[in-house]
């Protein structure tokens, strides 16, 4: 078996929601931000923009739109996470970083997946946590959504992607299970 430093942290990586209030260093900061404007892109059209927040009110007012965008959902279309009062969609994470991108461009989604990646495996080598995060859109689906554009700084005709939170973790995970029927070979 190829054993190499990347694959170690690839299959050491896990999703975590829980963190202490400990903030990230300027260092930390600018190493999970070269590692996501490194990632590749389609054309190298570089789709994205970066927010970095660190501002946990504004993290506070984000969530309350995310809860205020699934309660509109039917009840079997919402996450069961909201079933409990004190679930934060950024688990109290010292930093979230917010992925935007203009819509319409077929790749800015999964450029922004790649680059994703990247910041949850360069935090994963500083000995940080991190959990990649679809739910926040459910917050740019409200009236709210044009306000927190502008308090994340997405450039104009820009709109939310994917998030991912980091920091220090508290919580310990197994490797997830890995589904049958994942692989398939085409000689």
């Not at 430093?5 to 896990?14: D, F, K, Q």
């Not at 995310?66 to 109290?92: C, N």
């Not at 910041?119 to 306000?147: C, N």
Request: hydrophobic share 45%.
């Amino acid at each position: 078996m190829i054993t190499n430093e990347t694959l170690r942290l690839i299959a050491s990586r896990r999703s975590h929601r829980a963190y202490t209030s400990t903030p990230l260093t300027q260092e930390q900061i600018d190493a999970l931000l070269k590692a996501a404007v490194e990632a590749p892109s389609a054309v190298n059209r570089q789709p994205w923009h970066f927010s970095l927040v660190r501002n946990q009110k504004l993290l506070d007012e984000i969530n309350g739109a995310v809860r205020e965008g699934m309660m509109k959902k039917a009840p079997e279309k919402r996450s069961p996470r909201l079933a409990d009062e004190k679930f934060h969609v950024f688990y109290h994470a010292p930093a979230v970083i917010f992925l935007s991108a203009q819509p319409g461009n077929a790749y800015s989604p999964i450029d922004c997946g790649i680059a994703v990646q990247n910041i949850a495996l360069a935090a994963e080598s500083m000995g940080l946590g991190s959990v990649i995060l679809g739910m926040p859109r459910e917050a740019f689906q409200t009236d709210k959504a044009d306000a927190l554009r502008r308090a994340l700084d997405f450039p104009e005709g820009y709109d939310f992607v994917i998030a991912i939170s980091v920091g220090i973790p508290v919580d310990d995970k197994e490797a997830h299970a890995v589904g049958e029927g994942k692989i398939s070979f085409v000689d």
